[in-house]
T-cell receptor, first 113, second 116 residues
Framework: AQSVTQLDSHVSVSEGTPVLLRCNYS??????LFWYVQHPNKGLQLLLK??????LVKGINGFEAEFKKSETSFHLTKPSAHMSDAAEYFC???????????FGSGTKLNVKP | DAGVIQSPRHEVTEMGQEVTLRCKPI?????LFWYRQTMMRGLELLIY????????DSGMPEDRFSAKMPNASFSTLKIQPSEPRDSAVYFC??????????????FGQGTRLTVV
């Protein structure tokens, strides 16, 4: 079975400081992992995805995530937060037959001026 | 492609009324998903289709909920009768299975349902 756990429901950072959003996964197979972002009153947008290629994945808006099998983690990072990054972020694992997406509970990122 | 299109964007209805949410997936995608998002429960997968066939409806909360996909370009989620606790944002998403395991789900903008 596949699942993801997002360790923090809320993260608050100051503008210009680093962002770390944590995600741990559980999977019986080599997982495919995603990060989606949802801005207020908007749909979900793909930030980045890992599909067993390079372990460090770069996404849009300066975000990146590193797949660490030994730690079963796929944390999302950004060197310098921007006010426009304030949103909710979801870590997602896909089932082994690539047709079912399992969402984490989400982390709300607040960026202070 | 215009992406996944959902309608209506907002729906306000009275308890007991029938509600129908609509979704047009991205052309060429063979998977379609219906999700519900609430503050209390987050994102929940209700049902998904593969090639227009319902594969897993274990997330459908009650018999009041039903979903259909009569063809590859259209799906509906119906609630009859609706109740206040059905108030949520309902998302439709589509994806395409890729032999190179390179797939992602594309989401619509959602339908915000309010049942009063």
């Amino acid at each position: 079975a596949q699942s993801v756990t997002q360790l923090d429901s809320h993260v608050s950072v100051s503008e210009g400081t680093p962002v770390l959003l944590r995600c741990n996964y559980s999977s019986s197979y080599s997982p495919s992992l995603f990060w989606y972002v949802q801005h207020p009153n908007k749909g979900l947008q793909l930030l980045l995805k890992y599909t067993s290629a390079a372990t460090l994945v770069k996404g849009i808006n300066g975000f990146e995530a590193e797949f660490k099998k030994s730690e079963t983690s796929f944390h999302l990072t950004k060197p310098s937060a921007h006010m426009s990054d304030a949103a909710e972020y979801f870590c997602v694992v896909i089932s082994h037959n690539f047709n079912k997406f399992y969402f984490g509970s989400g982390t709300k990122l607040n960026v202070k001026p | 492609d215009a992406g996944v299109i959902q309608s209506p964007r907002h729906e306000v209805t009275e308890m007991g009324q029938e509600v129908t949410l609509r979704c047009k997936p991205i052309s060429g995608h063979d998977y379609l998903f219906w999700y519900r998002q609430t503050m209390m429960r987050g994102l929940e997968l209700l049902i998904y289709f593969n090639n227009n066939v319902p594969i897993d409806d274990s997330g459908m909360p009650e018999d009041r909920f039903s979903a259909k996909m009569p063809n590859a370009s259209f799906s509906t989620l119906k609630i009859q009768p609706s109740e206040p606790r059905d108030s949520a944002v309902y998302f439709c998403a589509s994806s395409r299975a890729d032999r190179d395991m390179n797939t992602e789900a594309f989401f619509g903008q959602g339908t915000r349902l309010t049942v009063v």
